[in-house]
């Protein structure tokens, strides 16, 4: 590991244009759970699957139980930016990084200080009413109960992209834009395995693909450097 984390190092001292591509194992760190772990959300015992509540389909047919789940697992209030958020707001801060592409949706990335932020799934930050599209803040959500209503009535509905929907354009766009440009791509914390998201690396048109993720996924036999240790350990050691 020693060594690995000696040319991540140089790589990234040499690099003018990183990117970072990120998943759930980066804010496993700060106690926020994934789902594919051993103690991930599809280990834990619900009515439905997480991918089912999850889903728009779901959201239409059984918003209580969605927002029950959805208050329950995906908000995390006490939630803080760990070393790999903190490393990745440094290198922004030094115009080495020029962007984050993050499949996260709980805002810890813009919480360590980062700005140029592709939030790929949305954030729970932001939630809109569905009728007159008022704002309504992460607060508003965590402290209401049943199904959330804005003062005209309307359901206020998260601003994450649930299974069955499309990604934001303009997000994606510009994603694909900075991971094209990119001269290191660091991708983390992912098992790369929630599509169109994690298709977009092929775009990457460089020579150094690093890969950080605590157990071994597909894309370590064209990645030019492989580290199966948790993330924010790593980029901490930088």
């Known amino acids: ?12 001292r040499d690099a003018r244009r990183i ?14 759970p994934d789902f594919r772990s051993t103690d991930g959300l599809y280990h834990q015992q619900w009515r439905y699957p997480p991918e089912t509540i999850l889903s728009h389909t779901f959201y239409e047919s059984n918003p209580e139980e969605f927002f029950r789940f ?43 200080g980062s700005h140029a932020v592709y939030e790929l799934h949305g954030s729970v930050h932001r939630n809109y ?35 069955e929907e499309g990604l934001d354009a303009q997000v994606l766009n510009g994603a ?29 048109r460089g020579d150094r693909l690093v890969l950080i993720n605590k157990s071994a996924v597909a894309m370590d036999l064209s990645a030019s450097l492989v580290i199966t240790d948790p993330i924010g350990e790593v980029l901490d050691q930088l």
């Open 1 to 12: 590991m020693e060594d690995a984390i000696k040319t991540l190092g140089e790589w990234v």
């Open 129 to 163: 009413c569905q009728r007159c599209g008022k704002f309504h803040d992460f607060s508003f959500l965590l402290h209401s109960e049943g199904v959330p209503r804005c003062q005209c009535g309307g359901v206020v509905k998260p601003d994450v992209v649930l299974y």
């Open 176 to 204: 694909v834009n900075a991971i094209a440009q990119a001269d290191l791509l660091i991708i983390g914390g992912t098992s790369l395995n929630v599509y169109p998201a994690a298709g977009l690396i092929r775009y990457y």
């Open 70 to 112: 959805y208050r329950a697992k995906l908000l995390a209030p006490d939630a803080k930016p760990n070393a790999a958020h903190r490393k990745l707001a440094q290198w922004e801060r030094e115009g080495k990084l020029t962007a984050i592409v993050t499949q996260n949706i709980d805002g810890l990335h813009q919480a360590a």
């Open 19 to 32: 990117v970072f591509f990120g998943g759930a194992g980066v804010s496993t760190e700060s106690g926020i």
